[in-house]
């Protein structure tokens, strides 16, 4: 396959941008020691802004090469469903209500562990809610554990190990949690029908397999950090003013159930996103402000990633064609790491006559590799935005994310390739 200059230019953007989300931090860094020109440094330092950027160049580059018409036709064909469905999914699982909701659940479920209160609500939150995903959808579960984490731990003076271990197993559990079921993981889904992967299936190729791997790594983490979660201060109560009716937390529920439901239909769950959007008006006194800002940044994370991706198809097809299942496993899971492992596995079901055993290595590992950088999972863009700035300079060092998520990726190879 030759490719066009297009293409080729595309591919060197995409290079670049994957070179800069790794250079966010440097130059956050910057915006502190060179204040007069923090602006600028602090836009480059915002990783939810890199790949909507570079776009942006690439589109300069389309208009110029191309011409209009070539230009606006191929952002027209662009889908840009999962930029739109998380925004919409991500504020409403971020809003008060629901995050009381979740608040109660993990709780619940936490005192019934024997051990202490701050490590028993420490391993829920690190597995039953990304596990949750597989219902409410990933982005969801991201976006609550995410908040969870934020307000019980990383608002504590916590070490900045136990911020990375934690974000590092976050978004390994999240992307492997999803595989429950056959809608709710993105690289998952963009397969699951034409391969008539059904709930049954992915129970038992998947599911039992990723409960085990969440559940060992959120157990881990917790032992070797038991002695830093003891000594937190225990949970404030809620005051009486700030809890919420429960008719205001099932109709944000409802919501939330809509949303999910119609996923595939931009459409309605705009429509529905909308309502939500004047429900919290309309009863303020029981809202915190919504996470607007934070959505917006991700779907332009995501939206500039999808325009970016669809010009690597050239070089990213041809090279899963020519790998059987093992190499697949791993080079899906090192591939994802660069790349979005939703775009991924679509590349892949392109590809016709595959075995079984390549489908289900390309699946394993594309879910496997989706938490070791803040590209390489839909999800993870949102983790990203609502905990970085817990982080010394409000940035989080790629290098320190990615080693921080290498042991949880570690079980979930064992856990994929041995049980």
Do not use: C
Request: charged share 10%.
């Amino acid at each position: 396959m030759h490719p066009t200059t297009v293409e080729m230019i595309g591919a060197g953007l995409f290079a670049i941008a994957v070179l800069h989300t790794f250079s966010t931090k440097f130059f956050e860094h910057l915006a502190h020691t060179r204040p007069a020109h923090a602006g600028l440094w602090h836009l480059l330092g915002e990783v939810e802004a890199v790949f909507g950027f570079w776009a942006l160049v690439l589109v300069m580059f389309m208009f110029s090469i191309d011409g209009k018409a070539a230009a606006t036709t191929y952002l027209d064909t662009q889908n840009y469903t999962e930029p739109l469905f998380v925004f919409a999914i991500m504020v409403i699982a971020g809003s008060k209500p629901i995050i009381q909701v979740a608040r109660v659940g993990v709780s619940a479920i936490a005192r019934l562990l024997p051990m202490p209160a701050g490590m028993a609500y420490f391993i829920t939150t690190l597995s039953v809610v990304p596990l949750m995903g597989s219902l409410i959808t990933e982005p969801a579960a991201m976006t609550l554990a995410a908040m969870l984490l934020r307000d019980r731990y990383y608002s504590n003076p916590i070490s900045q190990r136990l911020k990375y271990a934690a974000i590092g197993t976050l978004f390994v559990n999240v992307s492997i949690g999803g595989t429950l079921t056959p809608f709710a993981a993105p690289p998952v889904l963009m397969v699951a029908a034409k391969w008539n992967w059904d709930l049954m299936y992915m129970l038992t190729h998947f599911g039992w397999k990723s409960a085990i791997a969440v559940l060992v790594n959120a157990s881990v983490l917790t032992a070797l950090f038991a002695a830093e979660l003891r000594r937190l201060p225990a949970a404030p109560a809620d005051h009486p003013a700030d809890q919420v009716p429960v008719a205001v937390m099932m109709i944000h529920m409802l919501f939330l159930g809509g949303v999910v439901l119609f996923s595939h239909h931009p459409a309605v769950f705009m429509g529905l996103f909308l309502f939500f959007l004047g429900f919290t008006q309309a009863y303020r006194r029981y809202q915190d402000p919504l996470i607007l800002r934070e959505g917006l940044m991700v779907a332009f994370f995501l939206a500039g990633l999808v325009v970016l991706g669809g010009q690597q198809k050239w070089w990213l097809q041809p090279m899963l064609a020519n790998m059987d299942a093992t190499m697949i496993y791993f080079g899906a899971t090192a591939l994802t790491a660069i790349t979005d492992n939703a775009a991924l596995t679509y590349l892949g079901s392109l590809v016709d006559g595959l075995s079984e055993s390549f489908k289900y290595a390309l699946v394993a590992g594309a879910v496997t590799g989706g938490g070791l950088t803040v590209i390489a999972n839909a999800p993870n863009p949102a983790g990203f935005s609502i905990l970085r700035g817990s982080f010394d300079e409000g940035a989080i060092n790629p290098l320190y994310l990615f080693l921080a998520a290498l042991p949880p990726t570690i079980t979930a190879i064992l856990a994929f390739q041995l049980l």
